[in-house]
């Protein structure tokens, strides 16, 4: 079974200030694992993937996001947060044959003027 | 700019009526999801269907609720008798490979 754990419903960062949005996963075999933003009232935007190759991978909108094997982690960042960054995040793995997502619970991230 | 359509947007009914969800995945995407959102669960998988066949309804509750695909062009989700358990936002979404783009969802309340 596959699994991904948010620890953190909630994010407050000031605008300007670096971001992260934390992620755990548990999978069997290699992760596929990825970062959606949810907007109110609206659907899950893809952010950003990893499959294989480097560790750190480079997504829309500023994000980027470390996969960390040893710690089975799969953290979201973004250097400088922007107001408009504000909405729900989540993490998502997947088996690597069949892509069916597995998400975690969601962090909603808050970025103050 | 190529999006998953879902129709209606919003759905109201009342407890026992047929509810019908309709997707238009992506043109040449060859899996289709549906995904259903509520405040308790989180986002789950209901049904998983690849070059229209469907893989995986182990989410969906049997009894009630249906996934098809009639065509390339189309995947319905169901749901009879409906029950006010089921209000929740219902995502489809499709994809090639990776990476899933997801339809603006239906929002469904059960009275």
């Known amino acids: 079974a596959q699994s991904v754990a948010q620890p953190e419903d909630q994010v407050n960062v000031a605008e300007g200030n670096p971001l992260t949005v934390k992620c755990t996963y548990s999978?069997?075999?290699?992760?596929?694992l990825f970062w959606y933003v949810q907007y109110p009232n609206r659907g899950l935007q893809f952010l950003l993937k990893?499959?294989?190759?480097?560790?750190l991978v480079k997504g829309s909108y500023g994000f980027e996001a470390e996969f960390n094997k040893s710690q089975t982690s799969f953290h979201l960042k973004k250097p400088s947060a922007l107001v408009s960054d504000s909405a729900l995040y989540f993490c998502a793995v997947a088996g690597s044959n069949d892509y069916k997502l597995s998400f975690g619970a969601g962090t909603t991230v808050t970025v103050r003027a | 700019d190529a999006r998953v359509t879902q129709t209606p947007r919003h759905k109201v009914t009342e407890m026992g009526q047929e509810v019908t969800m309709r997707c238009q995945p992506i043109?040449?995407?060859?899996?289709v999801f549906w995904y259903r959102q509520t405040m308790m669960q989180g986002l789950e998988l209901l049904a998983y269907?690849?070059?229209?066949?469907?893989?995986?309804d182990s989410g969906m509750p049997k009894d009630r609720f249906s996934a098809e695909m009639p065509d390339a062009t189309l995947a319905t989700l169901k749901i009879q008798p409906s029950e006010p358990r089921d209000s929740a936002v219902y995502f489809c979404?499709?994809?090639?490979?990776?990476?899933?783009?997801f339809g603006p969802g239906t929002r469904l309340t059960v009275l």
């Open positions: 999978v069997s075999g290699n992760p596929y």
């Open positions: 979404a499709s994809g090639l490979g990776s990476e899933q783009f």
């Open positions: 269907f690849r070059n229209r066949a469907p893989l995986d």
């Open positions: 990893y499959i294989t190759g480097d560790n």
């Open positions: 043109l040449g995407h060859n899996t």
